[in-house]
């Protein structure tokens, strides 16, 4: 009897289906991550979690859609985001399993570029890099995306790279940056780059197997994005429900009214490329639960916004406010605290600098009224350099000519979450484009300052007082040729508001040194003409760009600067250097102008 039991349990366990595992599906799916090839599969069970409704990404080389039909039949309650560097067929693209979504990429780039697009994955798996170092770059541009405990496995790491790691092998680069996270001495590792630093806080546990690496996440950052992508990336991480559009501007061609001359015609063309000939769309949106910090830096969800960078269309996106990681990715420290009501976002990088206010902040304020209208409770949210709660006085007396009052005015020390936020377009972006919409806010500045009674002088030089960066190193001959002409010398910076914008409001010739203080052109109510003396390494174009859209005849004598910008690139130092007018090549130039005007 016994022996007939037996017999008949050995008969049940042979015929009984064999339980489902990773490798099983992958062999009968003929990938070569199975156990009849490279082996990975039975790891890949082991080191992975993945919970219900998770994203999975799989960038595959070989034999991609029964990869992602091999994990999406082991994981049916995650989604397959399959990635293949050659377009799937029809009949392939037929048989991937529901979950599975299929994409084309043939580089990192656009990996990257794509998974943006995503909500933040729990596994990414790299088998689909070619060479050691395209692996490496991208882990790099890649891990960030991941959500907080998911795991990043990074396949065919080559001979060397398990024996000790090849010079730019990812191998190298986790070691080194496992290194960093243990490193005591502060300096060594502030030495260190930000990326690295970032990448290195970033990871929690590292394994290594043969040729297969699984890196687990911690933390999260933030994904910075560009305007013509952000209501793309918003709806796609955070919900099509979080934001909406209160205004918008359409985008229209450039005009250009206004004359130009210069001493060097050559550098003028070099500086004047980078304007473009297209106004970009303007738009004003209301985000709800989103976060403010100092600097201008704001985000809603995991989404980095645009409006928290000075020059938002630059490929690589910088801010001061943030602590850069990866190509596409920031970090800002510090715990959010609750704000109720709703904020009109009117901070930038450098909060207090007088011409960053005035041709970023108030440039915002053409979506105000809109906004106003939308939310009556409306405030203004701001943060200042300094760490006070209070701006600056030139701020709130720029902000009450506009209707802006002091008790409406939130000034940040640290990120607050707020409720709503309205956020709205640079209409100056010094110097790719001037809306001719940022008029408008600073036309009501000027009509509430502007006490036309009081004379001003019709001919001004605008001159910079000792202490200043960008200094004329001769500017006493400078000024000296402008008195002899009729000009009365002004320091704006020992004026109040009000006094600068009557003089800028009615003088029919301005000149001075290209500066911030020259910003105040912005307040001009009619064309006039404008005569700049600025160094060679001053790259801004604000006046320009005021000229061009107002119609002002302008001048520019570029002057040798003591230090020169790089052919290739650019130096801050050399932006902030002083220089020289040069007297024998440009004072007869000079002196003819100013006889004429």
């Given at each position: 009897m016994r022996d007939a039991v037996r017999q008949v349990l050995r008969l049940w366990r042979r015929q009984r289906p064999a339980p489902q595992t990773l490798d099983r599906i992958g062999r009968r799916n003929r990938i070569d991550q199975s156990s009849a090839g490279r082996d990975h599969l039975r790891r890949y069970e082991r080191e992975l979690v993945v919970p219900a409704g998770g994203l999975i990404v799989v960038w595959a080389r070989r034999r991609p859609a029964q990869t992602a039909n091999t994990f999406a039949e082991f994981y049916p309650h995650a989604r397959v985001l399959l990635l293949s560097r050659k377009q799937l067929s029809d009949e392939a693209r037929a048989r991937l399993r529901p979950g599975v979504e299929a994409e084309t990429v043939v580089s990192v780039d656009a990996v990257d570029q794509l998974l943006v697009t995503r909500p933040r994955p729990c596994v990414i798996i790299d088998s689909g890099s070619i060479r050691d170092e395209e692996r490496t770059q991208a882990f790099r541009r890649l891990f960030l995306h991941l959500a907080p405990g998911g795991v990043y496995a990074v396949e065919d790491l080559q001979a060397e790279e398990t024996a000790g790691g090849a010079p730019g092998s990812v191998r190298t680069l986790l070691t080194r940056l496992v290194s960093l996270t243990h490193l005591t001495d502060a300096e060594k590792l502030a030495a260190q780059p930000s990326a690295e630093r970032e990448l290195a806080a970033s990871i929690d546990r590292l394994a290594v197997h043969g040729r297969i690496a699984f890196i687990t996440r911690q933390g999260s950052h933030l994904v910075k994005v560009h305007e013509k992508d952000v209501e793309r990336v918003l709806a796609a991480r955070v919900g099509s429900d979080r934001f909406r559009r209160i205004e918008m501007v359409p985008a229209q061609r450039r005009a250009v009214l206004g004359s130009f001359w210069s001493n060097n015609e050559e550098h003028s063309r070099r500086l004047l490329r980078d304007v473009r000939e297209e106004i970009p769309e303007l738009v004003a949106r209301v985000h709800s639960d989103a976060v403010c910090a100092p600097r201008g830096v704001a985000w809603v969800g995991d989404v980095l916004l645009p409006e928290s960078y000075t020059q938002p269309w630059r490929i690589n996106l910088f801010s001061k406010g943030t602590v850069d990681a990866?190509?596409?990715?920031?970090?800002?420290?510090?715990?959010?605290?609750?704000?109720?009501?709703?904020?009109?976002?009117?901070?930038?990088?450098?909060?207090?600098?007088?011409?960053?206010?005035?041709?970023?902040?108030?440039?915002?304020?053409?979506?105000?009224?809109?906004?106003?209208?939308?939310?009556?409770?409306?405030?203004?949210?701001?943060?200042?350099?300094?760490?006070?709660?209070?701006?600056?006085?030139?701020?709130?007396?720029?902000?009450?000519?506009?209707?802006?009052?002091?008790?409406?005015?939130?000034?940040?020390?640290?990120?607050?979450?707020?409720?709503?936020?309205?956020?709205?377009?640079?209409?100056?972006?010094?110097?790719?484009?001037?809306?001719?919409?940022?008029?408008?806010?600073?036309?009501?500045?000027?009509?509430?300052?502007?006490?036309?009674?009081?004379?001003?002088?019709?001919?001004?030089?605008?001159?910079?007082?000792?202490?200043?960066?960008?200094?004329?190193?001769?500017?006493?001959?400078?000024?000296?040729?402008?008195?002899?002409?009729?000009?009365?010398?002004?320091?704006?910076?020992k004026l109040t508001l009000a006094e600068q914008v009557r003089i800028f409001d009615r003088a029919k010739v301005t000149a001075g040194y290209g500066s911030s203080a020259m910003l105040n052109l912005v307040y001009a109510s009619s064309p006039g003409t404008r005569i700049l003396i600025s160094s060679e390494s001053y790259?801004?174009?604000?006046?320009?760009?005021?000229?061009a859209v107002r119609g002002d005849a302008m001048h520019y004598f570029w002057c040798p600067a003591d230090v020169a910008q790089p052919a290739n690139g650019f130096s801050m130092k050399a932006f902030f250097s002083d220089f020289e007018f040069d007297l024998a090549r440009d004072e007869p130039a000079l002196r003819d102008l100013l006889s004429k005007v």
């Open positions: 990866a190509k596409g990715f920031a970090r800002v420290a510090g715990t959010p605290r609750r704000l109720d009501g709703t904020y009109f976002h009117l901070d930038n990088e450098e909060p207090g600098h007088y011409g960053h206010f005035t041709t970023q902040d108030l440039a915002k304020l053409w979506a105000w009224d809109a906004a106003k209208t939308a939310y009556p409770d409306l405030r203004v949210i701001a943060s200042n350099l300094a760490g006070s709660t209070e701006l600056l006085p030139f701020q709130y007396e720029a902000l009450a000519a506009f209707g802006i009052g002091r008790a409406d005015v939130e000034v940040i020390t640290g990120p607050v979450r707020v409720e709503r936020l309205v956020t709205a377009t640079q209409a100056f972006q010094n110097p790719r484009f001037l809306s001719p919409r940022a008029f408008e806010p600073w036309g009501r500045v000027r009509e509430h300052l502007a006490d036309r009674a009081v004379p001003v002088p019709e001919r001004v030089f605008i001159g910079r007082s000792s202490g200043y960066t960008r200094r004329c190193r001769n500017d006493a001959a400078v000024e000296a040729i402008f008195a002899e002409h009729g000009y009365e010398i002004v320091f704006p910076e790259i801004a174009l604000n006046e320009y760009l005021l000229g």
